[in-house]
Structures are given as C-alpha cells and as structure tokens.
C-alpha cells in the first residue's frame, strides 16, 4: 500500500513546504474552523425545555405566580432547578417584575413629587400670609429683632412613601409584627406539652392550653406561618428598596 502523498504548499517568500495529510491541528479551535462547526464556548447556552417554554424573557416568573407560589416563593423553583444544571447569569433570570421597571417608578414618582411640589407651595403662599400678618401688628424695632420667614421644602421621603404605596408599607411592617409575634407561640406550645408528659401518669395531670394532638400541629403549623409573613415582609421591603434607587436615580437625571 503506498503511502499517503504528501501536499505542497507555498509560504510567503514563495518557497514550497510539504504538509502531511495526517497532520493534526494544533489547537481545538482549528479543528472548529476546520469541520465549519461554531465552538462549544461561543455557543449561547441552550436553556431546558421545562424552564425555555416559562419565556422568562418576556415575563418575570415572580410575575407569572398565583397567590400561593407569590407569599411561599415557589416560583423560584425552576431558577433553582436550573442552578443546579450551571452557573446562573443574567440570561438566565430574565425580565424583571413589572413593579420594578423603570418606567413605572418614574412616572408614579413623577406624579407625586409634582403633588409635594403643589402642595409646599401652597403651604408656603398661606405661611407668608400669616408671617406678613404678624409683622404688621409688630413695632418696627420688633420687626428689626423677628426672624425671616424661611420657605418649606417638599418632601422627597413622602413623595416616595405615597408613590409606592403607603399601605404596602404598612401592611409589610405588620406581617413582620406578626411573624415576631407568632415565633413565641410555639415556645408556649412545647412548655405546656413538657408539663402535661411530665405529670400525665400523676394523679392530677396537667391541663393543656388545647388537645395534645392540636398543639403538636401547632409546633409545626405556627413556625410555618411565621416564616411566610416574615418572607412576604422581606419581599415587599426589597420592591420598596428597588423603588427608591430607581426613583431617586430617574428624578436626578431629570434635573
């Protein structure tokens, strides 16, 4: 059997140089240029058919929730299950919610300041009135020793209260209260259930606060409820702190 020909070619000066048939490519990058085939690296990543069909893109999965998936967070069931496949990026996680986008924020904040900006001017028109009142009841020495009138400002921090929602913020700080709250019960719950085991086979066993059996669901009922409220809280406070670096960031590139 003869052997494989060898194949000439040319360098820049002109001169031949032989180059055998059975000569690898050096790099794997070559081997890519060489069979036309993009490299695995430069390939944009392929989601899973059960997280690619969500269309995060589009919309946000804290967006696409139910009640039920919104307060015990399992819409991020898929964006776990897909961490555990590779390293999460930005690709991955996708559109933001609706209530953070930017344009929203800024035209709620917009509104509002302009409100704040109305209403100070207002207070400060009925101010002056009442300063001017009073400096012409005053002798002139008097009116020499009074204070100028200084304007009030408006104020960013209501503007910002009001714009996202003053009872969002309320009703956060209250489920946090709750969820404090509900965290001492089922210490109560176990201290009771200690006694009544404790003096069961007595004479005069201990009364529980409710049936046995109810207070063992309570133990794991009540710490659930409480991890629900505290979350929600948590969830809503970190909108609220998206909305205030947004709203501050458009209303300065406006001025």
């Given amino acids: 059997m003869a052997p494989p020909e060898a194949s000439l070619d040319h360098d820049s000066a002109g001169r031949s140089k032989t180059s055998s048939p059975d000569k690898k490519p050096e790099k794997l990058e070559e081997v890519y240029l060489v069979e036309g085939v993009e490299p695995a690296s430069e390939r944009p990543y392929q989601h899973p058919h059960w997280y690619a069909k969500l ?8 967006d696409q929730a139910n009640c039920v998936s919104d307060w015990c967070l399992q819409y991020l069931s898929p964006l776990l299950r897909l961490g555990a496949l590779k390293v999460l990026d930005q690709n991955d996680i996708g ?5 953070d986008r930017a344009s929203l924020t800024f035209n709620l904040m917009r509104k509002e300041w302009k409100i704040q900006l109305d209403k100070t001017e207002e207070t400060n028109v009925k ?88 207070e063992v669901v309570g133990l794991g009922l009540f710490p659930l409820i409480s991890t629900v409220c505290q979350t929600r809280s948590q969830v809503i406070f970190q909108h609220a702190a998206v909305f205030v670096r947004t709203a501050i960031s458009t209303l300065l590139y406006e001025k």
């Avoid at 269309?55 to 804290?62: G, I, M, W």
């Avoid at 559109?95 to 209530?99: F, I, K, L, T």
């Avoid at 002056?128 to 020495?141: E, G, P, T, W």
């Fill in 55 to 62: 269309n995060v893109h589009e919309k946000s999965l804290e």
């Fill in 95 to 99: 559109a933001p919610s609706e209530q």
């Fill in 127 to 214: 101010r002056k009135a009442k300063y001017d009142a009073r400096l012409s009841k005053m002798s002139s020495k008097k009116r020499l020793k009074a204070k100028p009138f200084v304007e009030s400002e408006a104020s960013i921090g209501m503007a910002l209260i009001t714009a996202f929602g003053g009872w969002r913020i309320a009703f956060a700080i209250l489920i946090y209260v709750i969820s404090a709250l509900v965290q001492f019960v089922p210490v109560i719950i176990l201290n009771d259930l200690v006694k009544y085991f404790e003096t069961v086979d007595t004479i005069n066993p201990h009364t529980t606060i409710a049936h046995p059996w109810i």
